[in-house]
């Protein structure tokens, strides 16, 4: 693993626009970033980046089969008892999951490890899939990289075959907050997916869900049988119309159970079930008697939580660094402290994309910051 200074693009922001990434830049600071990139060997791409994303996905999914029923484990996770069913019952259904990514801590020489996972409403979709693959022939087409140069990077695909078998027959509700730019932007791509794989769609904005007295949620047009939402599922909870969704018919994307997976509180749970992975980071829950294992060196972070918001890195009992944000009503975790790798003064974390499951896609955020946020660049990745 290198990281590769790059001559940019000159044409690269109008390449942007066309292509819809209008949130190439937030804030007057660029956070698409080609004046460098990182590249990997084949062999760390399949084996210590593909191969433990499948394995961590599997150890998820037993966890899951395991916390469905457990209310222990589900009071642990602050998951409100009144949706307990609706979680269970779309398990139990075996309803489908379209994607997820696990944030990996990755230098080249040791084991990836799992920082967190975002398996419920993931965003840098859209970057990762689409404009650091026209990065890469582009680079090839200019010079800037080899020939010979490739991309861990079949998120595309993997979505239309997904949404072949995630759709049937049913029309395709997208609902978020459409004043957001990279929200926006991640819902017009995953639309179009959808509708390159034959699906009707509709996207509308979150606050434009409707209730019918029939017990239906509705557009301003028809019933939503099927509903992608990036919205979260903890927030949906405690929406006001968050009790309709117990008796509602409507299918999710993603699913209710990947309510358990979205929690931050997976990461103890992990290590409970899977002590000495190499995959994983000893973490315990914050008032378990056993995170004094950690010591006063580790990093805090709530249950629930965006963009690094509310995380903080301790070490020898001083907080180093903390980004703030509304999140850690519910409590806290801690997870031992892994600094991330410095390439160039830059910290990169690594997110490895399952499409269906499937390992199928690497992206890069870096910051100078080690604890990567919203405004955290993106970097594009080649296979040397």
């Given at each position: 693993m290198q990281r590769l200074a790059c001559p940019e693009r000159d044409d690269w922001r109008i390449t942007a626009d066309e292509t819809g990434f209008d949130f190439h830049t937030i804030d007057g600071e660029r956070y698409w970033d080609e004046r460098a990139c990182y590249a990997f060997t084949l062999d760390e791409i399949e084996r210590q980046i593909e191969a433990p994303t499948a394995e961590i996905d599997a150890m998820c999914l037993e966890l899951v089969a395991s916390a469905i029923d457990d209310e222990n484990t589900l009071r642990r996770l602050k998951i409100p008892e009144a949706f307990w069913p609706l979680i269970s019952e779309s398990w139990y259904r075996d309803e489908a999951s379209l994607y997820g990514r696990l944030d990996l801590s990755f230098d080249g020489r040791g084991p990836a490890k799992l920082l967190e996972y975002n398996a419920d409403t993931p965003t840098s979709i859209f970057e990762a899939a689409v404009f650091q693959w026209t990065w890469l022939e582009q680079a090839i087409e200019r010079r800037i990289i080899p020939s010979h140069a490739?991309?861990?990077?079949?998120?595309?695909?993997?979505?239309?075959?997904a949404w072949t078998k995630l759709g049937g027959d049913r029309h395709l509700h997208l609902a978020g907050t459409i004043e957001n730019p990279e929200d926006a932007g991640t819902l017009a791509y995953l639309e179009d997916t959808a509708r390159q794989a034959g699906l009707a769609t509709t996207l509308i904005d979150v606050e434009d869900i409707g209730w019918r007295d029939d017990g239906r949620f509705v557009d301003p047009e028809r019933s939503i049988e099927l509903m992608f939402k990036l919205y979260p599922w903890e927030w949906m909870f405690h929406d006001a119309f968050g009790e309709r969704l117990i008796k509602a018919p409507t299918r999710w994307i993603e699913p209710p159970w990947k309510a358990i997976l979205s929690n931050k509180g997976i990461l103890p749970l992990l290590w409970e079930m899977f002590p000495n992975h190499p995959n994983l980071l000893p973490a315990y829950f914050e008032d378990d008697p056993n995170a004094?294992?950690?010591?006063?060196?580790?990093?805090?972070?709530?249950?629930?939580?965006?963009?690094?918001?509310n995380v903080a890195l301790v070490s020898e009992g001083v907080t180093v660094v903390e980004q703030e944000g509304p999140y850690g009503a519910e409590g806290f975790i801690r997870q031992a402290l892994a600094p991330l790798p410095n390439f160039s003064s830059q910290y990169p974390v690594l997110g490895s994309w399952l499409v269906d499951h499937t390992p199928c896609g690497l992206s890069i955020r870096e910051d100078e910051n080690p604890i990567t946020g919203n405004t955290s660049r993106f970097l594009p990745h080649a296979i040397l």
């Amino acid at each position: 693993m290198q990281r590769l200074a790059c001559p940019e693009r000159d044409d690269w922001r109008i390449t942007a626009d066309e292509t819809g990434f209008d949130f190439h830049t937030i804030d007057g600071e660029r956070y698409w970033d080609e004046r460098a990139c990182y590249a990997f060997t084949l062999d760390e791409i399949e084996r210590q980046i593909e191969a433990p994303t499948a394995e961590i996905d599997a150890m998820c999914l037993e966890l899951v089969a395991s916390a469905i029923d457990d209310e222990n484990t589900l009071r642990r996770l602050k998951i409100p008892e009144a949706f307990w069913p609706l979680i269970s019952e779309s398990w139990y259904r075996d309803e489908a999951s379209l994607y997820g990514r696990l944030d990996l801590s990755f230098d080249g020489r040791g084991p990836a490890k799992l920082l967190e996972y975002n398996a419920d409403t993931p965003t840098s979709i859209f970057e990762a899939a689409v404009f650091q693959w026209t990065w890469l022939e582009q680079a090839i087409e200019r010079r800037i990289i080899p020939s010979h140069a490739d991309q861990f990077n079949s998120i595309h695909e993997r979505l239309i075959e997904a949404w072949t078998k995630l759709g049937g027959d049913r029309h395709l509700h997208l609902a978020g907050t459409i004043e957001n730019p990279e929200d926006a932007g991640t819902l017009a791509y995953l639309e179009d997916t959808a509708r390159q794989a034959g699906l009707a769609t509709t996207l509308i904005d979150v606050e434009d869900i409707g209730w019918r007295d029939d017990g239906r949620f509705v557009d301003p047009e028809r019933s939503i049988e099927l509903m992608f939402k990036l919205y979260p599922w903890e927030w949906m909870f405690h929406d006001a119309f968050g009790e309709r969704l117990i008796k509602a018919p409507t299918r999710w994307i993603e699913p209710p159970w990947k309510a358990i997976l979205s929690n931050k509180g997976i990461l103890p749970l992990l290590w409970e079930m899977f002590p000495n992975h190499p995959n994983l980071l000893p973490a315990y829950f914050e008032d378990d008697p056993n995170a004094a294992r950690l010591g006063t060196s580790f990093v805090r972070k709530p249950l629930y939580s965006r963009e690094g918001a509310n995380v903080a890195l301790v070490s020898e009992g001083v907080t180093v660094v903390e980004q703030e944000g509304p999140y850690g009503a519910e409590g806290f975790i801690r997870q031992a402290l892994a600094p991330l790798p410095n390439f160039s003064s830059q910290y990169p974390v690594l997110g490895s994309w399952l499409v269906d499951h499937t390992p199928c896609g690497l992206s890069i955020r870096e910051d100078e910051n080690p604890i990567t946020g919203n405004t955290s660049r993106f970097l594009p990745h080649a296979i040397l």
